[in-house]
């Protein structure tokens, strides 16, 4: 159970890496990523044969870190076999289904993997507070939200969701860095201030979605994103723990690390 303050004021915003600490296990972690996908992708292994999808889904405050985090986590991969899916907002087309239609094309099959960049979390973050939906409408997606994951992970699929969380002082600081980046000023928006305006509300979203979404078939996955060498380590070696985790259970063999050359 979260704390009075909630699960975000239980965070450590103090965590860091020096440098050197984040390209010694950051480059550990890809290499077990790289083989972990090999394996799961039957393309090696005493007995190659395609393993369960692997879904990663990132949520978080506006320059929280999910692209550099996401960047990190692809890098080592072959782009043939790892898909990134970003979402914003649902198009007129895509407003006539429910709202999780617009997934499910970016979900991986056996033997793939995805990584989403924002996801049907959405209900009940942004169109919960920004009233794009309706009270009735994000309070059933948590069941829906809910039944829906499970229903992936029954199927084989092993999930890792991750919030991305820094405080209000740093996420300032980083809307001035890029707006004073030229090539940088493209990641903000007009929008991005607005919802920093709500920031409390978006707080009370995001602490509710913690608590009624958090199940053992998807877990939350809680970084500490003030420092961003820290939250790029934590997340390489969150998805491999969840990506060994889930094959154990599964009952395929995990196979040893490779050993430093």
Known sequence: MAGKGGRLAGLD?????????????????????????????????????LGPPVCVVFEGWD?????????????????????????GAPSYDEKRHHFLWRFWPALPGWGGMAVLD??????????????????????????????????????????VKFWMHLSSAEQLRRFRARQREPLK?????????????????????????????????APWVLVEAEDKRWARVKVAESVVAAIEAGMAARNIPVPPAPQAA
């Open 185 to 217: 000023t493209w990641k903000l928006t007009a929008e991005d201030w607005r919802n920093r305006d709500k920031r409390p509300q978006y707080k009370a979203a995001v602490e509710e979605m913690l608590d009624r979404t958090d199940h053992p078939a």
């Open 63 to 87: 320059a929280s870190g999910k692209g550099g985090a996401i960047k990190r986590l692809v890098a080592p991969l072959d782009p043939r076999h790892v898909r990134v899916a970003q979402f």
């Open 13 to 49: 915003l103090g965590l860091k890496l020096t440098p050197d600490a984040e390209a010694a296990r950051l480059a550990t972690a890809q290499d077990r990523l790289l083989q972990l996908r090999l394996v799961l992708g039957g393309l090696i292994g005493d007995s190659p044969q």
């Open 118 to 159: 924002r996801s049907w979390y959405g209900r009940v973050l942004v169109e919960r507070v920004e009233g794009f939906a309706t009270e009735e409408q994000w309070r059933r997606a948590y069941r829906e939200i809910v039944d829906f994951e499970r229903t992936l992970a029954d199927e084989g699929m092993i999930m």
